[in-house]
């Protein structure tokens, strides 16, 4: 009963960055290891929000009077009548202004957490060795020559390049079917952006384990649906600018407390 009460881990997927709020508050030591990663993902984010998010707000803005000349060149040419459609044209403008805002945000919100947790790895490394030891009561590491865990790094994130790839060269050809084929193609490109949102957040707790990333892709659809609500809190989250530059390594602590809860108990049944 209480698994179908909370959505069978939809609302508790959803709850982990409260969890790390609390741990946090509770191990107050844990503060000094995302001091560094704030000031990280500070840089970062003064380059892409004043380079790459002023980019696409002027995209956004061309494309928002392209529509706008459009829909007012349509009004025009309708009886005098209709021109009552003119306060739902308005309304159009601004519901489309407010999807592109928020697809602006979440694509820099997305390209700052790849920069952030990357660079912020070896910090986001120990805070995930700590929470786990708090959590669990041990850490699990299997050792390997630096040498090959910058290898490991580096494969990462080439394979994840290749899913986001492959995945959306087909989202590009279903996007070519007018309609139905545009909405599948939105739909699809926001959920590769959660799953690689999920796998980023949950990697500095898989990736001491040594885990393959197919692995690590099968634990994503395997925690379902509580690994779809974590990720789309966590990238809700990550899209709120300057909130992000917290919000990243608590996201970061949240997804090694999501392992430590509903992974590490079943992980041998998610195979090789």
Do not use: H
């Not at 917290?246 to 430590?260: E, K, N, R």
């Amino acid at each position: 009963m209480k698994r179908i009460l909370g959505g069978f881990g939809t609302i508790a997927g959803a709850t982990y960055p409260l969890k790390a709020i609390v741990v946090f508050w509770q191990n107050p030591r844990l503060w000094g290891y995302i001091t560094i990663p704030i000031l990280v993902n500070l840089v970062v984010a003064i380059a892409l929000y004043t380079g790459l998010f002023l980019f696409g707000w002027e995209i956004t803005s061309d494309i928002e009077v392209s529509v706008s000349s459009w829909l007012n060149q349509l009004i025009s040419n309708l009886p005098s009548w209709l021109g009552v459609l003119e306060y739902g044209i308005l309304v159009l403008i601004w519901l489309l202004r407010l999807l592109l805002t928020i697809i602006l945000l979440i694509a820099t919100g997305f390209i700052l957490t790849q920069f952030g947790v990357l660079l912020g790895a070896p910090w986001y490394g120990q805070l995930s060795e700590e929470l786990e030891k708090i959590r669990t009561g041990k850490v699990e590491i299997i050792e390997v020559s630096i040498v090959r865990d910058i290898g490991r790094a580096i494969l990462y994130e080439v394979k994840k390049l290749v899913l986001t790839a492959i995945v959306g060269i087909l989202l590009i050809i279903i996007n070519l079917f007018p309609g139905i084929g545009t909405l599948v193609s939105g739909i699809g490109s926001f959920t590769l952006t959660a799953i690689i949102v999920c796998l980023d957040f949950l990697d500095s707790a898989l990736e001491r384990r040594r885990l393959k990333f197919r692995k690590k892709l099968a634990i994503v659809f395997s925690s379902l649906p509580a690994s779809a609500s974590f990720a789309l809190v966590c990238l809700a989250l990550i899209s709120i600018p300057l909130i992000n530059l917290f919000t990243i390594p608590l996201c970061v602590a949240s997804g090694t407390l999501f392992v430590c809860d509903r992974v590490l108990p079943k992980l041998s049944s998610y195979g090789k």
